[in-house]
């Protein structure tokens, strides 16, 4: 990767936007149909000599929170985003992580938790770690989990899917306030600057920018532990689950989540989806 990869791309970029695709006059002489330095600099809140020094390869680290500005006011597509992602951790050593020494996120559960979740079919239950990876769950899940794309990527995770992947705002019809609570499960991991969350939270401020950004720099309150999750599933129709979310032993920071109906008419539907009889998964109430 040469000196000036990530500079070459951010010039490609700017000089393919038009100030009229920015909301701004594209009055004046112009050697390239694309914005000025200093048109991009005042959008993205940074100095035209740093805007400079990037373009140049002078400066190959720029901070996320910079990166994410310039996307945003560049208005990238998701492809671009995450061609903007793959030069910065190039230019970066390859996504180094930096901070203080924390062990790696678990990546596996015990036995007895795997024969705990056998108890709780048909119910959806899953186990995640603190990044919100999935590592474990029901067949109950992955009927109500499969079918929305959730469980796509390996390894699934809660808070990449809701963020970065566009079916989520139409399985979710409280999007926001679902956001907010996945969103509220890292930022602990922020506050204590773990490296891996640290990981996280970079790769999908470029991917993702402003929806996501903008929730960083709200005050961190604690995860919702319990609630009613609403979710527009495809085959049966909207759900109204109940959840409850229990840490488990250990120093791994797991927790399972176990997602109950919310309302009789949640409780058939989910019947139905499992294939299970009628009454399976009685609502909970009160």
Same mark, same amino acid.
């Given at each position: 990767?040469?000196?000036?990869?990530?500079?070459?791309?951010?010039?490609?970029?700017?000089?393919? &936007?038009?100030?009229?695709? &920015?909301?701004?006059?594209?009055?004046?002489? !112009?050697?390239?149909?694309?914005?000025?330095?200093?048109?991009?600099?005042?959008?993205?809140?940074?100095?035209?000599?740093?805007?400079?020094? %990037?373009?140049?390869?002078?400066?190959?680290?720029?901070?996320?929170?910079?990166?994410?500005?310039?996307?945003?006011?560049?208005?990238?597509?998701?492809?671009?985003?995450?061609?903007?992602?793959?030069?910065? @951790?190039?230019?970066?050593?390859?996504?180094?992580?930096?901070? /203080?020494?924390?062990?790696?996120?678990?990546? #596996?559960?015990?036995?007895?938790?795997?024969?705990?979740?056998?108890?709780?079919?048909?119910?959806?239950?899953?186990?995640?770690?603190?990044?919100?990876?999935?590592?474990?769950?029901?067949?109950?899940?992955?009927?109500?989990?499969?079918?929305?794309?959730?469980?796509?990527?390996?390894?699934?995770?809660?808070?990449?899917?809701?963020?970065?992947?566009?079916?989520?705002? $139409?399985?979710?019809?409280?999007?926001?306030?679902?956001?907010?609570?996945?969103?509220?499960?890292? @930022?602990?991991?922020?506050?204590?600057?773990?490296?891996?969350?640290?990981?996280? &939270?970079?790769? %999908?401020?470029?991917?993702?920018?402003?929806?996501?950004?903008?929730?960083?720099?709200?005050? /961190?309150?604690?995860?919702?532990?319990?609630?009613?999750?609403?979710? $527009?599933?495809?085959?049966?129709?909207?759900? !109204?689950?109940?959840?409850?979310?229990?840490?488990?032993?250990?120093?791994? #920071?797991?927790?399972?989540? $176990?997602?109950?109906?919310?309302?009789?008419?949640?409780?058939?539907?989910?019947?139905?989806?499992?294939?299970?009889?009628?009454?399976?998964?009685?609502? &909970?109430?009160?």
């Amino acid at each position: 990767m040469s000196d000036t990869t990530l500079g070459e791309f951010l010039r490609a970029c700017r000089e393919a &936007v038009t100030p009229a695709d &920015v909301g701004l006059p594209g009055g004046g002489r !112009r050697r390239t149909p694309g914005l000025r330095r200093s048109e991009l600099a005042t959008l993205a809140g940074i100095s035209v000599e740093y805007l400079t020094r %990037l373009e140049q390869g002078r400066d190959r680290h720029p901070s996320v929170p910079v990166l994410a500005a310039l996307a945003d006011a560049l208005r990238l597509s998701a492809d671009e985003r995450l061609h903007l992602l793959h030069h910065f @951790k190039a230019a970066d050593g390859a996504g180094r992580l930096v901070g /203080p020494c924390q062990g790696p996120p678990a990546q #596996s559960v015990r036995p007895t938790v795997r024969a705990l979740l056998d108890r709780l079919e048909p119910a959806p239950a899953l186990v995640v770690n603190r990044l919100g990876d999935v590592l474990a769950y029901t067949n109950g899940y992955e009927r109500l989990a499969g079918p929305i794309g959730l469980l796509d990527r390996r390894p699934p995770n809660l808070v990449r899917y809701v963020f970065a992947d566009p079916r989520a705002r $139409a399985a979710y019809p409280e999007w926001d306030r679902v956001a907010d609570e996945r969103l509220a499960g890292l @930022k602990p991991g922020v506050s204590r600057e773990d490296p891996h969350v640290e990981h996280l &939270v970079n790769e %999908l401020a470029l991917a993702v920018g402003a929806p996501f950004t903008d929730r960083l720099t709200t005050p /961190p309150g604690p995860p919702g532990r319990t609630g009613v999750e609403r979710l $527009a599933h495809p085959e049966v129709g909207e759900l !109204r689950l109940a959840y409850e979310t229990l840490g488990l032993s250990g120093d791994d #920071s797991q927790l399972l989540i $176990a997602y109950l109906p919310a309302d009789d008419a949640t409780a058939a539907r989910l019947d139905r989806l499992t294939g299970r009889r009628p009454g399976a998964l009685r609502a &909970v109430t009160g």
